[in-house]
């Protein structure tokens, strides 16, 4: 869901790559509704991709035609999206290299002065 | 009014004691809940639909809450570090961010259903550091939010602007970026009352059809003049503009009507002519 917004990043800044993460699940309630609405605004590659570095394997490599009604994918998703919570890490971009730092599960996404 | 922006950047003034303190004031959680709820009424999201929505300034996640109750799915940002550990203190649902809003957001376009900020656009308008402008930064501000609002989604700032320029500045930018939309103004002949909410749409869903800018609260006696009402045109008072002068009492046609009464009589009267009732010159 995050690019880069350093000033003058305008291609390939997307998706952030995560660095030396420490993952925690948090269960959450499974909404079917919210997953489908999300489902349109997704950059599923982009999720699978971050997804396979985070050692969560569960999602298919191409979206499910039936995606909407699949409660089996819909599971999935749910899981790597709203369930699995980064606590400490470094997220990088991937054209300009600048490093968001995530700390207790907050993303520092200040900008220096200069990159504005 | 005391205005907390004017005397420190937001980072400092909801510091350390200072954000606890705001967190466990009741009064200030239930006007922050109360404009939370207001601003998720004038988003206007179906009844039952769980939106993905971003907070602006969530802070301790007191206007998050609200969203949660009616089953939204929230992001938050805030500049105050500690703001947003009192929000994991108290486990606030939502994601959370440490992020200046002058500075853009780092959202992909189109993820979110609609946005929410409370008392937040007035800070933007204060340059804490010798790098800010204002006006650069609510254009960064609102032209990276629109690219991260769903088309046709709307955004609710409930703001306390310090004047009429700061509103004019305020929605000139969010014009130019791409808004629509206007002011809403509740309760606007209570002074403790009265709330601005800056409510703005992100393009239209369907394209050609406009939005409708939702009416403030306590404020139906003012709507358009009913019938049988005062009804204002601009045209223009009739007849001679009112002077300083003296106009003389006796002028021409009081004597010709004295004239033609005394007709009436059968007293004997001269007759009209160019002459009657002219003005006579001073050498006279």
């Known amino acids: 869901m995050l690019q880069c917004h350093v000033k003058g990043c305008n291609a390939n800044n997307f998706p952030l790559e995560l660095q030396e993460v420490v993952l925690e699940e948090q269960e959450a309630e499974l909404n079917e509704d919210f997953l489908r609405n999300m489902l349109g605004k997704l950059e599923y590659e982009a999720l699978v991709a971050t997804c396979l570095k985070l050692n969560i394997q569960d999602l298919p490599p191409t979206i499910p035609e039936d995606a909407a009604y699949n409660d089996d994918f819909l599971q999935k998703l749910h899981h790597a999206l709203l369930e699995t919570h980064v606590i400490t890490g470094k997220m990088v971009c991937p054209n300009c290299q600048h490093t968001y730092v995530i700390r207790d599960g907050i993303p520092n996404m200040l900008l220096a002065e200069h990159e504005v | ?284």
């Open chain 2, 1 to 284: 009014m005391s205005r907390p922006e004017h005397l420190a950047p937001p980072e400092i003034i909801y510091g350390g004691d200072e954000a606890k303190k705001y967190t466990a004031n009741s009064r200030i959680a239930a006007i922050q809940a109360e404009m939370a709820g207001r601003a998720l009424e004038l988003l206007n999201l179906p009844e039952g639909f769980p939106g993905y929505i971003l907070d602006i300034g969530c802070g301790s996640g007191l206007s998050g809450e609200v969203l949660e109750e009616a089953g939204h799915i929230w992001v938050g940002f805030d500049i105050a570090p500690a703001m947003l550990e009192v929000a994991l203190e108290q486990e606030a649902s939502g994601d959370l961010f440490l992020q200046d809003a002058g500075q853009g957001m780092a959202f992909r376009p189109g993820t979110f259903d609609g946005c929410i900020s409370i008392s937040v656009l007035q800070w933007l308008c204060n340059a804490d550091k010798a790098s800010h402008h204002p006006k650069q930064r609510l254009q960064r501000f609102f032209s990276t939010l629109y690219s991260s609002l769903r088309r046709g989604a709307r955004a609710i700032f409930q703001f306390y602007p310090e004047n009429d320029d700061q509103i004019q500045l305020i929605m000139g930018v969010a014009v130019r970026c791409g808004f629509e939309g206007g002011l809403v103004v509740d309760y606007p002949n209570s002074k403790k009352a009265k709330k601005f909410y800056l409510c703005l749409f992100a393009g239209q869903e369907v394209p050609g059809m406009q939005q409708q800018l939702p009416r403030g609260l306590g404020e139906e006696e003012m709507g358009e003049p009913q019938e049988g009402g005062v009804s204002y045109t601009s045209k223009k008072r009739t007849g001679r503009v009112s002077s300083n002068k003296r106009r003389p009492l006796k002028d021409k046609n009081w004597v010709l009507k004295k004239k033609e009464q005394a007709r009436l009589k059968g007293e004997k009267t001269a007759s009209d002519s160019r002459y009657t009732a002219r003005k006579r010159r001073p050498q006279f």
